[in-house]
Structure formats: structure tokens, C-alpha cells
């Protein structure tokens, strides 16, 4: 984890920063998820508020490392919709992970 | 050649394995790819609007617009989504934006409690501390505390509405304009009107070499 991210996640009284100016993503992948997110709702896969609900579930549920809820949210909604499966998701991961695919987004 | 991919980054030659929610990143955003769903270009297109197209630069250009249009600020307070399109700003259809006014003796202040619905198109995406849980459950219980956090100290006279952002309406502040501003361009104006003001954790601030003029 990235220090901003831990700085951006930080919890208790301590964890409002209250400065301008910080980065929207803390890293590359954080804006993938949540490019991916608004384009399918822009193309109509589902309707935002479907998305939003699974989100506001997630983080109710999970810690708050934010876009990690987001991309639990997104691939929760895309399961339940039938538009991937938990199996070639895993199997995706699996290759990014291994580096047998080129982890560049 | 040794790599058959066009990309130029340092990791090229020494690819680092990514983390599991990288990896999980990757493996949605091929397999949406491969299916037809969009393309990394849509994406790419997405976020680079979201970091540098969209963002509270247009909101404080409806203020300011606002401050120096009465006509305006009236379409505004009323029908928020059809005033910012006047100005050339996108608000998608199905949900509401409501601009609440900051006057004399009423300061508002947003929150989504929830999640982190937040009015993208007039203010680009939330800072981190907007989705953070001490400020979505405070804000709400102690808004006068988190505001003096945020050096914005109340007196006890002017009242603090907190505005619980949803799904269908997002809403927006909209800050007092600062004395000492008569006869400021739209231009000028819109400059001293940051995101923070337009959240409700700040008030315009006139910087000082413009005061001493």
C-alpha cells in the first residue's frame, strides 16, 4: 500500500486531511476501476444506482480501502449479471499476477 | 525488439508481479475488452476527463456566474441541472443537482453519509477525505467540530445545514461572494471559488496581493 493511500485511509479523528490538491487516484489501477465502472453504466450494462448500492455494501461490509470496495462492488455486479465468471476473473488475476500477461494498464 | 508491446514504461524490463487487486483490475478490464464491452481507449478517455477536464474549475464558474447574475443565481437555485447547461456543462439525465445558498446567517455544508455520491460534473471526483468514513458519520453528528477542523470557525449565530447527498440528488454549495470583490471580472471571481468552498468546508478567501490593490 501506497503512502498516500495509508494516509487516505487512515482511520479515527486523525484522518481528515484538510488540505487542496491531492492526487484523485492514488494509483493507476484506482482509476482503471472506477473508469470501468461509469463507462459500462454510461453504455447502459446496468443502471448506476445498481452499482451504488453494491458499493455502499461493500463498504459497509469491508475495510475502507476505498477503490478496493469499488472494484469488489463492480466485479459483485458483473457476476450477478452474468457478464463474467468468479472462474475466469480468478483465472485472468491469475495470469496478471504470474506476469504472463504484461501487467501495464 | 525484445518486448512485442508498443508501451514505454520502466517496468518494461523488469516487470514488477502487480498486487492481487491489481491483478484483479486487469483481469475485469481485459475480460470487459474481450467481450466487446469497451475498449482500454474508452477507458483511458474516462479517467483522463475525470483528472483534468472535469473538475471544480466548472463549478466555480457557475458561481461565479451566479455572483454577478441575479437572474442566474434564481435559475440556479431552482433548477440546477438546466443552469449549468446554459453554461456549457454536461449534467447527465436521472439525477438532480441542488445548489443550496450560503447567506448571512445559514451555512450548508455536503456529505453522503453512505457511500461518496458527490455532483462530478460541476465538481469532478470527491477529494479522499470526502469518502472517508470519519468525515461521512461526522459531519452528520458534529458539523461545527469537523468545520473548525477544517479552519472554518462559525459563530454560533449562523446555522449549519448539512446536506445528505443520494443517488438521485447530488448537491452543490453555493459560497457567499467576499467583500472587496466589487467590480471583479467572472474570471477573477471563478478563481477564488475551490472545490472545498463549493463542498461547504471553506469560504472564499480573497488572497492578499489582490486585497492590497
Known amino acids: ?105 | 525488439m525484445s518486448h512485442d508491446h508498443d508501451h514505454d514504461h520502466d517496468h518494461d524490463h523488469h516487470p514488477e508481479a502487480p498486487s492481487p487487486v491489481e491483478a484483479r483490475a486487469l483481469a475485469l478490464e481485459s475480460l470487459l475488452v474481450e467481450k466487446g464491452l469497451l475498449t482500454s481507449e474508452e477507458v483511458d478517455r474516462i479517467v483522463s476527463m475525470y483528472e483534468h477536464d472535469i473538475g471544480p474549475m466548472l463549478g466555480a464558474k457557475v458561481v461565479a456566474r451566479a455572483w454577478v447574475d441575479e437572474a442566474y443565481k434564481q435559475r440556479l437555485l431552482e433548477d440546477g441541472p438546466a443552469a449549468v447547461k446554459e453554461l456549457g456543462i454536461s449534467y447527465p439525465a436521472g439525477t438532480q443537482l441542488v445548489v443550496v445558498e450560503n447567506k448571512q446567517d445559514v451555512h450548508n455544508v455536503i456529505v453522503c453519509t453512505l457511500c461518496s455520491c458527490y455532483p462530478w460534473p460541476v465538481l469532478g471526483l470527491p477529494p479522499t477525505w470526502y469518502k472517508s468514513p470519519p468525515y461521512r458519520s461526522r459531519m452528520v453528528r458534529e458539523p461545527r467540530t469537523v468545520l473548525e477542523e477544517f479552519n472554518l470557525t462559525l459563530p454560533d449565530e449562523v446555522a449549519v445545514n448539512v446536506w445528505d447527498s443520494s443517488s438521485d440528488v447530488r448537491y452543490m454549495v453555493l459560497p457567499q461572494r467576499p467583500q472587496g470583490t466589487e467590480g471583479w471580472t467572472e474570471e477573477q471571481l471563478a478563481g477564488i471559488v475551490t472545490r472545498d468552498c463549493m463542498i461547504g468546508v471553506a469560504r472564499p478567501r480573497i488572497p492578499a496581493e489582490s486585497a492590497a490593490r
Open chain 1, 1 to 105: 500500500m501506497s503512502v498516500d493511500n495509508r494516509v487516505a485511509h487512515l482511520e479515527g479523528e486523525a484522518a481528515l486531511p484538510r488540505k487542496n490538491g491531492e492526487l484523485v487516484f492514488a494509483a493507476p489501477w484506482e482509476g482503471r476501476a472506477f473508469g470501468l465502472a461509469v463507462l459500462l453504466s454510461e453504455k447502459g450494462a446496468y443502471a448506476w444506482n445498481d452499482f451504488r448500492e453494491r458499493l455502499v455494501g461493500e463498504i459497509a461490509n469491508g475495510d475502507d480501502a476505498y477503490y478496493e470496495r469499488w472494484l469488489d462492488a463492480l466485479q459483485s455486479l458483473l457476476l450477478a449479471r452474468g457478464v463474467v465468471t468468479a472462474d475466469e476473473v480468478s483465472r485472468r488475476a491469475d495470469e496478471y499476477a504470474r506476469l504472463e500477461r504484461d501487467p501495464v494498464f
